[in-house]
């Protein structure tokens, strides 16, 4: 039976992910010592452990390795205390936070400052949006669902840069309807294209094919997300790290595979899994 394989245009890094990882690689061929990333670079185990291997270490907390010199800010940014507790300190800091989630960042003090109650649609965990929220001024708030508090008169609202345009037009439209007696609301669009567009591509091919491969770190929000929305199509769909998961039962009934892959995986680990898919077929 003959079998096609499709590849999601734009799959793998996004231009930010792929910034902050060429200076890791980059710093790591030209630092002599060891050098650290504050939480990993990405989500990404595979990426993570290459760059071990190279000399560049995650580190959860700033005390607890005390000679650092050097130290990288991931793409998703840091709060702002951390940021100015780091400055402090007499060590280099490379900032590889996204130049998008720079901007969401930024709007969030100018709103603050211009005294707006920020909202930030997203999820509150994430560290990119708290380190949105670290800029967003103390009224700021993080609005995940349909549920909408009673906020201030004037507010402004951005997005966690990741967040699905459908889920964060839903949000809007409940607030916009809520018992809220607004004087002003003052909207900001800090969404991401490459997370749309990618969900975009990921769902014109999940149409039509009969097996969705997603593959990304089993932490990164957005290759969860992308496995979700393949999921919620009715399309066969496995959410794998590397080629090695990949279980030959899964590709013998199909005729149609389709490959995605969250902003952290890098292309290397999704040639693997062509190769992996391709040699099973043959
Ligand atoms: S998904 Fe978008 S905002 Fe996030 S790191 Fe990538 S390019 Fe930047």
Known sequence: MQKNIVLVEGAGFCFGVKRAIDIAFDVARNYKERVFTLGPIIH???????????????????SKEKSIKTLIIRAHGIPKEKFNEIKQKDMEIIDATCPFVKRAQSLAEKLATEGYQVVIIGDREHPEVQGIFSYAGPDAIVINSSEIPILNKKIGIIQQTTQPLTKVKEIMNELINSRNEFEEIRIFNTLCNFTSKRLQATEKVARNVDLMIVVGGKNSANTTQLARLCKNMGVKTYHIENAQEINKEWIECTTTIGITAGASTPQWIIDEVIDKIKEFIN
């Open 44 to 62: 990404n185990p595979h990426v993570v452990e290459k760059l071990k291997e190279l000399g560049v270490y995650p580190l959860e907390e700033l």
